[in-house]
């Protein structure tokens, strides 16, 4: 997979591309996407795929693989390893350094590739950056951190960044605590950590039924038991497919550091979405929320938090809800998913 060397110690990012739109070569709006924690940048091939064959007016899709993950640089145990008893300095500098490296690829990619900017009616152009899961936290340092960017990157943005989108964003990705009736494989004492891992990948890709998601409480959601009237979409992989899709090394490199770095994930997100600096370097930018109401509660929750944080601080969080959507959707129903992304980019 072709890549984008990032920084001056040679950091490289790969990716995945469908292309410029041979429908529409000079007019599109290009959305870079981040994978989430162990699911890596191949969860989108079929996205990607069915937007090469189907041929869609007006979008390139660009999946990037994140540090830790196949074909991008690795961590060293030294960046990583040391973060749960690190500073409050020290862990919002290994967050500022993974949105500066992101931003650098999408600052990069914009120029290389020559992506058409904002039309002048705002309807074409430019990009949307979407993060996945706890990619969202990543899409969230890129957008947080924008001013340490130089001056140069922080023009180029600000003109072609429209969108945010969190797709299925969880609230450890925001910094904010777990509901107490939140409950994942993982967090089970009677699974052997080795089996949990193994158990939490395919349940996260199961389908749920939610007792009345209307009522917006917590009780009208369901936490733990799956759906049985569609099939996980593990089991829609080949096990060819799964072995390049999953990446426990990485998965267990993410762990390490989200879960001891909630106050600076906090910190960026409220700045990322609500920030008034932010704002004013990021003028075209909306903030856009996609969800699956057959999803994880953990997606569903997070939804809901998103959305009434943006009435505290008075701005405008779009919700796009996929009817039947799992945490998945990109991989099981790639046309609808692509539909609702491109419906939230204004």
């Known amino acids: 997979m072709p890549s984008i060397t990032v920084d001056d110690s040679g950091t490289e990012l790969a990716y995945l591309d469908s292309g410029v739109p041979s429908t529409s070569p000079e007019s599109y709006v290009t959305i870079f996407a981040l994978h989430g924690i162990g699911y890596g940048y191949h969860i989108y091939d079929r996205l990607v795929k069915f937007i090469q064959d189907s041929k869609p007016p007006g979008v390139r899709f660009v999946a990037v693989s994140r540090r830790g993950y196949p074909g991008s640089t690795p961590y060293d145990a030294a960046e990583v390893g040391g973060l749960p008893t690190a500073s409050d300095d020290q862990k919002a500098a290994f967050l500022r350094a993974r949105g500066a490296e992101l931003a650098a690829f999408i600052d990069k990619f914009i120029q290389e590739a020559n992506l058409p900017p904002v039309s002048a009616d705002g309807s074409s152009g430019g990009i949307a950056l979407m993060g996945w899961s706890l990619g969202c936290a990543f899409a969230l340092s890129v957008v947080s951190h924008i001013d340490t960017y130089p001056q140069s990157v922080q023009a180029r943005l600000g003109a072609y960044l429209r969108t945010l989108i969190l797709h299925e ?170 539909q609702s992304f491109l419906e939230v980019i204004v």
Request: hydrophobic fraction near 40%.
């Open 169 to 338: 964003s969880p609230l450890v990705a925001l910094g904010v605590p777990e509901a107490p009736q939140s409950w994942t494989p993982q967090l089970e004492t009677s699974i052997r950590p080795d089996q949990a891992g193994l158990i939490g990948v395919q349940w996260l890709t199961s389908y749920f039924k939610h007792p009345d998601l209307s009522s917006r409480s917590f009780d009208g959601v369901e936490w733990v038991v799956p759906a049985t009237y569609r099939a996980p979409t593990i089991y829609n992989m080949s096990d060819a497919e799964i072995a390049q899709i999953l990446t426990f090394e990485g998965a267990m490199f993410d762990a390490t550091w989200y879960m001891s770095s909630a106050a600076q994930l906090r910190a960026s997100y409220e700045r990322a979405c609500f920030g008034s600096d932010i704002k004013s370097k990021l003028p075209h930018m909306k903030i856009s929320v996609v969800v699956g109401d057959a999803t994880l509660a953990l997606g569903l929750v997070a939804a809901w938090q998103i959305e009434d944080d943006g009435k505290r601080n008075g701005t405008e969080v779009t919700v796009k809800w996929i009817k039947g959507g799992n945490h998945l959707v990109q991989w099981d129903d790639p046309s609808i998913a692509l």
